[in-house]
């Protein structure tokens, strides 16, 4: 799909634009009752809940957080104390970007409005989106599609918000589970996965891969 094609680029927010620390959060607010050595199978278990419970019909995403963590440690035999969990999620708005991201959506939105589509809570990502220091054209969230991604109405959420098809759009990732997948399925005209070690990759999604976002104004021939 040529550039000129494309009229939007949309990303996902946490994790890939914002700096998601949920697992440093967590270590620290479970370390009294989880080994350092079983962390990171704890803290791997506790995305794959988080990820299990937005496949369903639509809740607050304080919601997502405490029934994930509250799974998670049903799971490994620990006490869930629901504290842990609102401390999370009242973490989230403070959060800010990874450092390549600034400078390149900058130089990005000098080319394409920009877009976000994130698995959030109106409530919380706009102070996430405000140290993004970039113009977004529009901030899209599940709590307003009613649908966490990688349910596919999240994205038609955006295309009929912004009026126009799959193929007019660049959507730009982390996460293959979450976003390009689904991206694929869709046949989004281009896919972008930024490689920060939030999972496997799988090049039959048909993406381009970046190191960081510093690689996506050149994706754009800018």
């Not at 040529?2 to 949920?22: H, K």
């Not at 730009?172 to 281009?190: E, K, N, Q």
Request: net charge negative.
């Amino acid at each position: 799909m040529p550039s000129s094609s494309i009229r939007y680029v949309s990303f996902d927010c946490y994790g890939t634009l914002t700096n998601f620390q949920v697992g440093d959060l967590t270590r620290g607010r479970l370390a009294d009752r989880v080994p350092t050595d079983r962390m990171p199978a704890f803290l791997e278990d506790f995305t794959a809940y988080r990820f299990d419970e937005v496949l369903g019909a639509w809740k607050p995403y304080a919601e997502v957080l405490h029934r994930a963590l509250e799974r998670v440690c049903n799971r490994w035999a620990v006490t869930f104390r629901p504290a842990d969990a609102q401390a999370i999620v009242d973490a989230v708005p403070g959060w800010g970007p990874h450092a390549d991201v600034p400078a390149a959506l900058a130089k990005v939105a000098e080319k394409l409005p920009l877009v976000i589509l994130s698995n959030a809570a109106d409530a919380q990502i706009q102070s996430n989106v405000a140290k993004l220091g970039a113009p977004f054209h529009a901030v899209l969230t599940a709590e307003q599609a009613q649908a966490y991604k990688p349910r596919l109405q999240a994205f038609e959420y955006m295309f009929d918000t912004l009026g126009c098809g799959p193929e007019h759009f660049m959507h730009v990732s982390s996460s293959l589970r979450y976003d390009l997948m689904s991206a694929s399925d869709l046949r989004i005209g281009r896919r972008v996965f930024v490689e920060r070690g939030h999972g496997p990759g799988n090049p039959a999604y048909g993406y381009q891969e970046i190191a960081d976002l510093g690689g996506l104004p050149g994706l754009l021939g800018l």
